[in-house]
């Protein structure tokens, strides 16, 4: 199973000004065009595999450079498609919305003295949750191997080791 973590951020210090780094970028998008595809938009990069490449779980990876006295700092963000992202935090927040209002509720009736069968909200919530995490880690798994391709571009293209944070 993949491990825990949300999106993996890398923070890089290097030498290079900014705007090497992202025309390194876009020469090197254009040279692994049949691997890769991306543009470069002002001082930020987004990186993905080809459509034919891709699948539901396909990671896309982010990176922006900025200059910082006297010294570049490349920031890196890999993650799945924005609507992938989008919609489990959609999935989470309404479960945990439904579970929270629902508990509250069947409280209420509890100390009434009523029957609360909105109590049944909280093992329903946390089954809910636990299906969207497997779900998410599921994810993480069948976009593993691109992931780390998206790394390993990411190392060559800058010159320098990628630390990856696990958030």
């Not at 890398?10 to 090497?20: E, G, L, M, P, Y």
């Not at 539901?56 to 490349?74: D, F, K, M, N, Q």
């Not at 809910?128 to 779900?135: E, H, K, L, V």
Request: proline content about 5%; overall charge negative; hydrophobic content about 45%.
């Amino acid at each position: 199973m993949a491990t825990t973590r949300l999106r993996p951020k890398c923070r890089i210090v290097t030498q290079q000004s900014a705007s090497d780094i992202l025309k390194k970028f876009s020469q090197r998008i254009k040279e692994n065009s049949d691997v890769l595809e991306g543009q470069v938009v002002q001082e930020h990069a987004f990186v993905r595999l080809p459509e034919s490449m891709q699948h539901y779980w396909s990671p896309e990876l982010h990176v922006w450079a900025r200059e910082e006295e006297g010294e570049t700092i490349v920031y890196g963000v890999m993650g799945p498609k924005p609507k992938i992202w989008t919609m489990f935090m959609f999935i989470y927040t309404g479960i945990l919305t439904a579970a929270f209002l629902g508990s509250a509720y069947g409280i209420i009736q509890l100390y009434l003295g009523m029957d609360a069968p909105f109590l049944w909200s909280i093992p329903l919530g946390i089954l809910g949750m636990a299906f969207a995490y497997g779900a998410a880690q599921y994810g993480q798994y069948q976009a593993k191997d691109q992931m780390e391709a998206l790394r390993l571009f990411l190392e060559e293209t800058v010159g320098e080791e990628v630390p990856i944070k696990q958030y």
